[in-house]
């Protein structure tokens, strides 16, 4: 009988052998660590609405969506018209455009804390930009983050982001970086507020839903009070809404959860599926990177720098505001989050008829994947979160089950970033959510049938 690995290895043989070229020409064949698949990852050709297909042309619901970006689906018509045009007309004009004036216009409409916007290129500059733009306000050097919760792959970002925490997240981290970050415990009110009370910190920054999009919620009343301490200390909030940004409400988290922050971080769905990214925030602060044409010593010693040369550049400004245009009356996000609701309810069923310990969880249009021997066997996802440890919730899927599904799924058709992250979209129907699921089984039978994972195993006719 051909196992999983047997049937990936000649299913995608195309994919292998671009892979076998890649990893001669880039480290690891591939550009983005979360894109590494064991054996090797899939070559994709195309994508359009919900689906995308690889260079043998096999076919996948995409929930990798864009790694969360295309919140209106792979090739919105809106999006690729604005796309076309700006490309028509210049792609790099090296001057500011009317589409970037749009774009911030929209933003500050829609975000309750952008009263200014500036445009860096991508979530991990938009961070770092907020950070220094904190430490330049406040005069302080500290910034605190929160344990596990992720922030793109800059040095500050890699401190306390994966266990073991007393080292870097990543080679090649300066020991300098460590002491300008101080990080808190998740979900730990009394350990954040003895972290500000030395008043020398420049900001707090987090994912408002939770570390790693949401792995672990964020329990009730957190934000509400960060947001009262943080003020208390003098201490400015930001929210990195690189994923929950026009996501989770057309104003992101902060709409969502009723709390103001006092920066914000985007990338992803504010630019319509193409690089790029924003911060956004009280003019107060945002004011510091303005320039003062008759103060050269302020501006040299007191402005915040930022330059960038693909900033706000009009292709992405032009898919951006096209973007926002449609998310602006919550008529996206909606429709998002209760094929996510299918989702997780089909998904959810499957796993409980499979008798095996998992769940399939998240908040509006994110979709978290958990499965293990260890995990409890429950059709409650409200029970399953309050038992399962974050600890184990951030592990998502270990090894090797993770392999044996993500291979699984593959083969069935169906594409989770990472194997265990997913988000749905505005092209997505019931019908597709239906279909994932079918998919989803399948994947799930046979991983326990080849005995990745106890549970009851069950023939599931191909096809
Ligand atoms: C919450 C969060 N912040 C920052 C980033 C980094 O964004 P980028 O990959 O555009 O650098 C990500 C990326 O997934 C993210 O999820």
Same mark, same amino acid.
């Given at each position: 009988?051909? +196992?999983?690995?047997?049937?990936?290895?000649?299913?995608?043989?195309?994919?292998?052998?671009?892979?076998?070229?890649?990893?001669?020409?880039? %480290?690891?064949?591939?550009?983005?660590?979360?894109?590494? *698949?064991?054996?090797?990852?899939?070559?994709?050709?195309?994508?359009?609405?919900?689906?995308?297909?690889?260079?043998? !042309?096999?076919?996948?619901?995409?929930?990798?969506?864009?790694?969360?970006?295309? *919140?209106?689906? @792979?090739?919105?018509?809106?999006?690729?018209?604005?796309?076309?045009?700006?490309?028509?007309?210049?792609?790099?004009?090296?001057?500011?455009?009317?589409?970037?004036?749009?774009?911030?216009?929209?933003?500050?409409?829609?975000?309750?804390?952008?009263?200014?916007?500036?445009?860096?290129?991508?979530?991990?500059? &938009? +961070?770092?930009?907020?950070?220094?733009?904190?430490?330049?306000?406040?005069?302080?050097?500290?910034?605190?983050?929160?344990?596990?919760?992720? @922030?793109?792959?800059?040095?500050?970002?890699?401190?306390?982001?994966? /266990?073991? @925490?007393?080292?870097?997240?990543?080679?090649?981290?300066?020991?300098?970086?460590?002491?300008?970050?101080?990080?808190?415990?998740?979900?730990?009110?009394?350990?954040?507020?003895?972290?500000?009370?030395?008043? =020398?910190?420049?900001?707090?920054?987090?994912?408002? =839903? #939770?570390?790693?999009?949401?792995?672990?919620?964020?329990?009730? #009343?957190?934000?509400?009070?960060?947001?009262?301490?943080?003020?208390?200390? #003098?201490?400015?909030?930001?929210?990195?809404?690189?994923?929950?940004?026009?996501?989770?409400? %057309?104003?992101?988290?902060?709409?969502?959860?009723?709390?103001?922050?006092?920066?914000?971080?985007?990338?992803? &769905?504010?630019?319509?599926?193409?690089?790029?990214?924003?911060?956004?925030?009280? /003019?107060?602060?945002?004011?510091?990177? +303005?320039?003062?044409?008759?103060?050269?010593?302020?501006?040299?010693?007191?402005?915040?720098?930022?330059?960038?040369?693909?900033?706000?550049?009009?292709?992405?400004?032009?898919?951006?505001?096209?973007?926002?245009?449609?998310?602006?009356?919550?008529?996206?996000?909606?429709?998002?989050? &209760?094929?996510?609701?299918?989702?997780?309810?089909?998904?959810?069923?499957?796993?409980?008829?499979?008798?095996?310990?998992?769940?399939?969880?998240?908040?509006?249009?994110?979709?978290?994947?958990?499965?293990?021997? =260890?995990?409890?066997?429950?059709?409650?996802?409200?029970?399953?979160?309050?038992?399962?440890?974050?600890?184990?919730?951030?592990?998502?899927?270990?090894?090797?089950?993770?392999?044996?599904?993500?291979?699984?799924?593959?083969?069935?058709?169906?594409?989770?970033? #990472?194997?265990?992250?997913?988000?749905?979209?505005?092209?997505?129907?019931?019908?597709?959510? =239906?279909?994932?699921?079918?998919?989803?089984?399948?994947?799930?039978?046979?991983?326990? &049938?080849?005995?990745?994972?106890?549970?009851?195993?069950?023939?599931?006719?191909? !096809?």
């Amino acid at each position: 009988m051909a +196992t999983i690995f047997d049937d990936y290895g000649v299913r995608f043989a195309g994919s292998r052998a671009l892979w076998e070229r890649a990893r001669t020409l880039i %480290p690891g064949g591939v550009n983005h660590d979360v894109r590494h *698949i064991d054996p090797f990852p899939l070559y994709m050709d195309h994508a359009q609405g919900c689906r995308k297909w690889d260079v043998e !042309g096999h076919e996948f619901i995409d929930l990798c969506t864009g790694h969360g970006s295309l *919140i209106l689906g @792979h090739g919105h018509p809106a999006v690729l018209k604005a796309l076309h045009e700006a490309t028509d007309k210049h792609t790099h004009p090296s001057a500011p455009t009317p589409a970037e004036v749009r774009w911030a216009e929209l933003i500050v409409a829609m975000v309750p804390c952008a009263e200014l916007v500036r445009f860096p290129m991508s979530g991990t500059e &938009a +961070t770092l930009l907020a950070m220094r733009l904190a430490r330049a306000h406040t005069g302080r050097d500290i910034v605190v983050k929160i344990r596990n919760h992720f @922030h793109g792959w800059h040095d500050y970002a890699m401190i306390e982001y994966l /266990a073991p @925490h007393e080292i870097p997240s990543s080679a090649g981290v300066p020991k300098t970086a460590a002491p300008a970050v101080r990080a808190v415990p998740l979900n730990d009110l009394a350990a954040m507020e003895a972290a500000l009370a030395p008043q =020398d910190v420049a900001a707090v920054i987090l994912e408002a =839903d #939770g570390p790693a999009a949401g792995c672990v919620p964020t329990p009730p #009343g957190y934000l509400q009070s960060l947001r009262e301490l943080t003020s208390r200390t #003098g201490t400015i909030l930001i929210f990195d809404e690189v994923i929950t940004g026009f996501r989770l409400a %057309p104003g992101g988290a902060q709409e969502y959860f009723g709390v103001t922050p006092d920066l914000a971080t985007y990338a992803k &769905a504010v630019c319509g599926g193409v690089p790029g990214a924003a911060v956004a925030g009280r /003019a107060e602060i945002m004011g510091d990177l +303005t320039m003062h044409p008759d103060d050269p010593e302020y501006n040299r010693k007191k402005r915040v720098r930022h330059q960038g040369t693909f900033s706000a550049n009009p292709v992405t400004a032009a898919a951006g505001a096209a973007a926002l245009e449609l998310l602006q009356d919550r008529t996206v996000q909606d429709h998002a989050a &209760a094929m996510a609701e299918r989702l997780r309810t089909g998904i959810n069923t499957a796993i409980r008829e499979a008798g095996v310990g998992g769940c399939l969880y998240g908040i509006r249009s994110a979709a978290r994947l958990i499965l293990g021997d =260890d995990l409890p066997q429950t059709a409650d996802r409200e029970e399953f979160l309050r038992t399962v440890p974050p600890r184990r919730l951030l592990e998502s899927i270990k090894q090797p089950l993770l392999k044996a599904l993500q291979c699984a799924q593959l083969l069935e058709g169906i594409d989770f970033l #990472g194997g265990t992250h997913g988000w749905t979209s505005a092209a997505m129907t019931e019908a597709d959510m =239906d279909e994932a699921v079918r998919r989803w089984a399948r994947a799930l039978h046979r991983v326990v &049938a080849e005995g990745h994972l106890a549970g009851k195993t069950k023939v599931v006719a191909a !096809g």
